[in-house]
């Protein structure tokens, strides 16, 4: 292969960090890979705040789900996905911004997306490591109050950046042939595919927590969708200026 398909193939979650800082000169490599990123019709529809302030830092993580590594990293950034930016350069054309809608949403949603993506490969190429923090919609408004964001934008996950002070087990990801399909959708052989990838994972939990976590991946994903997941996120979108029609 090459050296970028190995980094890509060797990606860990990376929620422990040494006591050392990021060179400034790798911050800036990391937010410039990241506007590298495709962007839909170039809107780069996305803002990046660096949380520098402890005080800040230590509630968001409180709001995220007592995320205590949302303190410990050397650097934390929250990836906004941003239509703001869209109406001020109406407003300099003079034009009237169209309504945003769930077309707009979700091109900014992807656009923050790809961008933070782009930021982590950035950082484990430069011997960084990371992590995303979703739990930052789990108090969405409270965090917006937090980073002064306004309306037409709002923060879709946070990512905690540094060097690495463990070296955690790869997970394995789904067989390919779950997930790569030819032509059309289907689930030919499927559920035999998906059974032998759950004793892999009961085994990779059992391994890495020494019998402590006996779990499989439709486990731990019927168990998560079985419950609504956050659902207050279409109020404070709503209250946020994202109107899903």
């Known amino acids: 292969m090459n050296e ?27 937010i410039e890979c990241a506007q590298c990123a495709s962007t839909s019709s170039f809107i780069q529809a996305y803002t990046i705040i660096n949380v520098v302030d402890m005080d800040n830092r230590k509630n968001i ?21 941003d239509l703001n930016r869209s109406k001020n ?13 769930t077309e707009t949403f979700i091109l900014a949603t992807v656009d923050a997306s790809l961008a933070a993506q782009n930021a982590l490969i950035a950082a484990e190429s430069l011997g960084l490591g990371g992590v995303y923090i979703g739990g930052v919609r789990n108090n969405p408004g409270e965090i917006c109050k937090i980073l002064n964001i306004p309306s037409g934008v709002y923060p879709v996950f946070g990512m905690c950046i540094g060097y690495p002070s463990v070296n955690p087990d790869k997970k394995e990801r789904l067989p390919q042939d779950v997930i790569f399909k030819t032509d059309v959708y289907n689930i030919n052989g499927d559920a035999s595919l998906i059974k032998k990838y759950d004793a892999h994972i009961l085994d990779y939990y059992e391994k890495r927590t020494k019998g402590k976590r006996i779990d499989t991946w439709t486990n731990q994903v019927s168990g998560l969708m079985s419950k609504p997941q956050r659902p207050h996120m279409k109020d404070f979108l709503d209250k946020q200026g994202f109107i899903l029609k």
């Open 61 to 81: 993580a409180h709001l995220a789900g007592d995320q205590r590594y949302v303190e410990q990293c050397p650097l934390f950034l929250i990836f906004c996905a």
């Open 4 to 30: 970028t398909i190995n980094l890509l193939k060797n990606h860990k979650s990376i929620r422990k960090y040494k006591d050392q800082p990021i060179e400034k000169e790798k911050v800036k490599a990391i």
């Open 89 to 101: 350069s109406c407003e300099i054309n003079e034009r009237n911004m169209s309504e945003i809608n």
